[in-house]
């Protein structure tokens, strides 16, 4: 077999090639070929079933694979592996699934981890150690994501974890971190786990496992270090100092992580014993069936709390929430950003015309932003520091060369790598941008690594500008960056103190499970780093939030017991004792609160959790869709206290978000969300009782009669929400979420069919749709080989919404009474790899056609076309029906 047909065999699978609209993630892509089985139980299976055994059955049934991951666990028994390209086919997974042995097959996904390095800062030389903003900072634990979640007010009551065991899932730690315990095995903060991967492992290739959990990435690093740092340098320490860790190690250094290995990491964190599970992983999808989801749940359901990031994602609006935050028994966390603003820049020295070296900080390139041990003149591409495109074009023949320079560039309006291209071309090795707005330093995003760069402030800019105006020459002295010292420094973050931040992905999933939960912590942090990269890092991400509630959750299993509560009860408990907070558009706080479906229960308050003595018995009120609306929601109410209170309710509004922009089948962008802020756009509600008196550990029931809002625009699926507050007389207040959307989801519009989507086209001209009677696809066919001429007909489709199963059926363009009927159309068989499941929102997708049929057969030459069909939410998948149906074109298939 030719090794394109492999490559055909991947852009078969879901494979996003462009975006429609900016700022779109993928999704989870398939590994082509990999699939994980679960094993049925022993009781509904003849033979005990084990991994050697299935691989034989495969082998007797000539599907050659090879062997991944063995799962054999407690709580799933299955495999993964790779099947070869040759037999790679839906046919195959057909007869995998029909296996006696085999409970489910579902393909192997990528994950990523959701966080961001930044450094923004205004002035990062010179500033005070972290101060107060706009909270008040208990004495022993001002640091300010402590203050902002409550975790200050039990650190200064003694309670640091101590006692606790968290598993972690992530990059690695590296253990040797002084504030990470300095070493690794019983007796250091570090205490247990493994690397499922080794460390050139990026998703795609057969992992390579050793015992060593050393982290390469830093993100591992970072979200331990919010957990459990030890008291440093930088004053800071995790929320729960005196847990300790395992580190089940699943990334290599770079890319992603399959779910095979994901299933593998939580299960072995479960088997050795761990208090709960915390993991910043994930991708965006909208659906709780992927069997990472399924491992996530059952976990939860043997009483190991599971917390997982909702995903940054928040630009792509609502629908966007991660796998497998949204598994129904994880903890889903969204983003909070902290009131403080730190940043750490890696030092160097200027003077000017040979005066004393003054010390200034850059942030350091993506990619590349060692400058090394070197001293060097500064050259200014121009003195003008309002110049907006610096660097755009190719730079003048006037420009000296610049090999001996660090060059300084004003950052604006096209991509570093272009300003480095032009700037290269002139001989450039080494490149410092200052910013163009005043607000601190970002990390320069430029890919090309051969280049070195950094950023420094806009002020810095302006300092340099003035003394090469004033005719003086500046010697900028760089250290290598492993041996140079950072700069802390901290201002008050104006723009978004305590708010959500703009990143923090928004749920409902498309079957309007509230996800995220809980909000924490997360844009903004410092927090531990790889020593070889530095050793503190501020970083922004959901990932950063995760860590923080499974802390939470550690302190309070610390002062509660450690089997106080199940996942669930737990989950409640942080959404109801969180504050829920006002909207916040990235630079501006509006005077209403933000959308349920965008901060879950709000920003987690550790303290009130620990202390509350009131427990509801739901986490929150999804209240669906019109169609499946249901008005009456009884909630117990449990008073935990040693007196009785009388609990009052009341109806406490959020935002009403509107999904789509009108006259769009999109989901807007976070930027274009629309809004709405009365009562008459949410719900009312009555309640029943209205007050109700429950005496000491007792419970009672206050049942919430909602009715839906009536003006709003049901075409653009608005999702009301808010909180029934439950206050009681000792001073309880809860606030539980509800949301709901009034409109029917299985009416919603899944296919965009503008712009002629979806259409067959060349697989060489995707963006052409084939018109009638074009020229016949020549295809290899079962035993030809691919040439570099070969193309393939090619369905291009666009997901405005989310869709469970896509199918894609062979239609022969003049059926007969003997073609078979497919869901009551005629057509020979589904495109080999199709129907694709589980499908996210908003992406251009492609499914290229070599032939080859779901049972493994080639279609016969001749004329065809496809019958594609999304099905829509909450449709049967055996009722036609409930699908969106068109057909392409017909074209013509021949063979070699
Ligand atoms: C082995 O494969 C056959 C199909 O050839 C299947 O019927 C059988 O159930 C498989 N055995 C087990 C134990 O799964
Ligand atoms: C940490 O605290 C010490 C003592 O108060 C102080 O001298 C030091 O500057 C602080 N470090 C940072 C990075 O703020
Ligand atoms: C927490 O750990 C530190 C050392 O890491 C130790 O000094 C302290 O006593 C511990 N606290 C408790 C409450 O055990
Ligand atoms: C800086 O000092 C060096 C050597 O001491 C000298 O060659 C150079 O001219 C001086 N530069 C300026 C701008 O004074
Ligand atoms: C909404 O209702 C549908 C139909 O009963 C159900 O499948 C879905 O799980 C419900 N969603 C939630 C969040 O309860
Ligand atoms: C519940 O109590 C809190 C705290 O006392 C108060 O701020 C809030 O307004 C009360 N909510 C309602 C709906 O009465
Ligand atoms: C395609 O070819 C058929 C048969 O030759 C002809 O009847 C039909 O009009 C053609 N269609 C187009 C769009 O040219
Ligand atoms: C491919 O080769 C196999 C075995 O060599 C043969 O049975 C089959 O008919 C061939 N298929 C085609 C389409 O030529």
């Given at each position: ?6 490559l055909v ?13 900016a700022a779109?993630?993928a999704?989870a ?19 005990a ?14 599907i ?9 666990y407690e709580l ?7 099947i ?8 195959t ?19 990523s981890r ?8 205004d ?10 903003t706009?909270?008040k900072?208990?004495v022993?634990d001002p ?11 039990l ?12 598993g ?22 570090v ?10 492992y ?30 440093n340098?930088y ?6 100092p005196?847990?300790t ?25 479960y ?10 992983i ?17 976990i939860?359901?043997?009483g190991?709390?599971c917390v997982l ?11 966007d929430?991660s796998?497998?935050?949204e598994?129904?028994?994880?903890t ?12 750490l820049t ?9 005066a ?7 942030a ?5 932003g ?7 003149p ?9 110049i907006a ?6 730079l003048?023949d ?10 300084l560039?004003?950052?604006g309006?096209?991509?570093?790598d ?16 200052y ?16 280049i070195?760069v ?18 003086s ?7 290598d ?19 959500i931040s ?10 309007l499970?509230?996800?995220p939960e ?34 939470v ?10 089997d ?10 942080l ?6 907070v006002q ?13 349920v479906?965008?901060q ?5 308050n ?6 509350t003595?009131?427990?509801?018995d ?10 499946y609306?249901?008005?009456?929601h ?5 008073n935990?206290?040693?007196?009785a209170?009388?609990?009052?309710f ?10 789509l ?6 989901p ?21 009782p209205?007050?109700?008196t ?13 009715t839906q809002?009536?003006t709003l625009?049901a ?5 009301y ?6 206050n ?18 299985k ?8 712009d002629?989507?979806p259409?067959v086209a060349?697989?060489r001209?995707?963006?052409l749709?084939?018109?009638?009677n ?9 035993n030809?080989t691919?040439?570099?001429?070969t ?12 869709s469970?199963?896509?199918?894609f059926?062979?239609?022969p ?17 589904a495109i ?19 032939g ?13 076309k496809?019958?594609?069909r999304?099905l ?13 149906s ?11």
């Amino acid at each position: 077999m030719s090794s394109f047909k492999g490559l055909v065999a991947k852009s078969v699978a879901v494979l996003a090639l462009v975006s429609t609209t900016a700022a779109v993630d993928a999704g989870a892509p398939v590994v082509p070929g990999a699939y994980i089985v679960e094993f049925e139980t022993p009781e509904q299976s003849i033979q005990a079933v084990d991994p050697q055994s299935f691989f034989k059955n495969l082998t007797s049934n000539n599907i050659a694979a090879e062997p991944q991951v063995d799962l054999n666990y407690e709580l799933f028994k299955g495999a993964s592996f790779r099947i070869d390209a040759k037999d790679n086919s839906q046919g195959t997974v057909d007869v995998i699934q029909s296996f006696q042995s085999v409970k489910k097959i579902w393909p192997v996904r990528l994950y990523s981890r959701p966080a961001k390095l930044i450094a923004t800062l205004d002035n990062v030389a010179n500033l005070p150690p972290p101060l107060s903003t706009n909270q008040k900072r208990s004495v022993s634990d001002p640091f300010s994501t402590h203050v902002l979640g409550g975790v200050d007010k039990l650190h200064d009551e003694g309670f640091t974890g101590e006692g606790l065991f968290i598993g972690v899932v992530d990059s690695g730690v590296d253990y040797l971190h002084p504030a990470l315990g300095g070493g690794f095995g019983p007796g250091f903060k570090v205490v247990a786990g493994t690397d499922l991967v080794g460390d050139a492992y990026t998703g795609f290739e057969i992992p390579v496992p050793d015992s060593d959990p050393m982290d390469c990435g830093g993100h591992g690093t970072h979200v331990s270090g919010i957990i459990g740092a030890n008291p440093n340098p930088y004053n800071f320490t995790g929320v729960a100092p005196n847990a300790t860790l395992g580190m089940w190690k699943v990334f290599g250094c770079d890319g992603r992580v399959g779910n095979d290995i994901l299933i593998q990491a939580f299960n072995l964190a479960y088997e050795a014993g761990v208090d709960l599970i915390s993991s910043s992983i994930g991708g965006s999808s909208g659906w709780t069936e992927d069997p990472w989801d399924v491992a996530v749940q059952r976990i939860t359901e043997k009483g190991v709390p599971c917390v997982l990031s909702a995903g940054n994602d928040g630009s792509n609006g609502v629908f966007d929430t991660s796998t497998a935050s949204e598994s129904l028994g994880a903890t889903s966390v969204g983003s909070i950003d902290n009131t403080d603003d730190p940043a750490l820049t890696v030092a160097a020295h200027y003077s000017a015309s040979n005066a004393t070296s003054i010390e200034f900080g850059f942030a350091e390139g993506a990619v590349n932003g060692n400058f090394g041990d070197i001293t060097v003149p500064l050259y200014a591409l121009t003195l003008d520091t309002t110049i907006a495109d610096d660097a755009c074009a190719p730079l003048p023949d006037s420009t000296p060369d610049l090999a001996n320079y660090i060059v300084l560039i004003r950052r604006g309006t096209c991509l570093y790598d272009d300003k480095i291209t032009n700037a290269a071309a002139k001989g450039a090795q080494r490149i410092l941008f200052y910013n163009n707005v005043p607000t601190g330093v970002v990390i320069p995003g430029a890919s090309i690594a051969e280049i070195p760069v950094g950023m420094i402030t806009a002020a810095q800019g302006q300092v340099f500008i003035d003394i090469l105006k004033a005719g003086s020459e500046i010697v900028v002295s760089f250290l290598d960056s492993n041996d140079a010292k950072r700069i802390y420094g901290v201002v008050p973050n104006v723009a978004t103190p305590g708010k959500i931040s703009t990143f923090s992905s928004w749920g409902p999933s498309f079957e309007l499970w509230l996800k995220p939960e809980i909000a924490a912590p997360g844009g903004l942090i410092l927090s531990t780093f790889p020593r070889a990269k530095g050793s503190y890092a501020v970083q922004s991400g959901t990932s950063m939030a995760a860590p923080y509630i499974a802390g939470v959750i550690a302190l309070l299993k610390q002062i509660k017991g450690k089997d106080f509560a199940t996942p669930n009860e737990i989950t409640a408990l942080l959404a109801a004792s969180a504050s829920p907070v006002q909207f916040n558009d990235g630079a501006t706080t509006q005077d209403f609160l933000a959308p349920v479906v965008q901060q879950g229960g709000g920003l987690v308050n550790a303290y009130e959790a620990a202390y509350t003595t009131t427990s509801l018995d739901l986490d929150n009120i999804a209240l669906n869709d019109t169609h499946y609306f249901k008005s009456a929601h009884p909630i117990g109410i449990k008073n935990t206290g040693k007196t009785a209170q009388t609990y009052t309710f009341a109806n406490v509004i959020a935002a009403t978000a509107y999904t789509l922009e009108a006259g769009s089948a999109y989901p807007a962008l976070f930027e274009n969300i629309e809004l709405l802020a009365d009562a008459g756009s949410t719900a009312t509600i009555h309640f029943e009782p209205a007050s109700l008196t429950v005496a000491p550990g007792k419970s009672g029931r206050v049942t919430a009669h909602f009715t839906q809002p009536k003006t709003l625009e049901a075409a653009r699926i608005p999702f009301y929400s808010g909180y029934v507050a439950v206050n009681g007389t000792n001073g309880d207040s809860l606030t539980l979420p509800y949301a709901g959307t009034t409109t029917s989801l299985k009416s919603v519009r899944i296919v965009d069919d503008a712009d002629g989507y979806p259409y067959v086209a060349n697989s060489r001209f995707t963006n052409l749709p084939l018109t009638a009677n074009s020229t016949a696809f020549v295809l290899p066919g079962a035993n030809g080989t691919a040439n570099l001429g070969t193309t393939y007909p090619t369905v291009v489709y666009v997901l405005a919404i989310g869709s469970r199963i896509v199918r894609f059926d062979v239609v022969p363009e003049k059926p007969t009474y003997s073609t078979p009927l497919i869901l009551g159309q005629p057509a020979i068989g589904a495109i080999a790899g199709t129907p694709v499941e589980n499908n996210p929102r908003n992406n251009l997708l492609t499914v290229a056609w070599d032939g080859q049929l779901a049972n493994g057969q080639y279609a016969p030459a001749g004329n065809y076309k496809i019958l594609f069909r999304a099905l829509k939410i909450f449709g049967d998948a055996n009722n036609p029906n409930d699908y969106e149906s068109f057909d392409t074109v017909v074209f013509t298939i021949q063979y070699q």
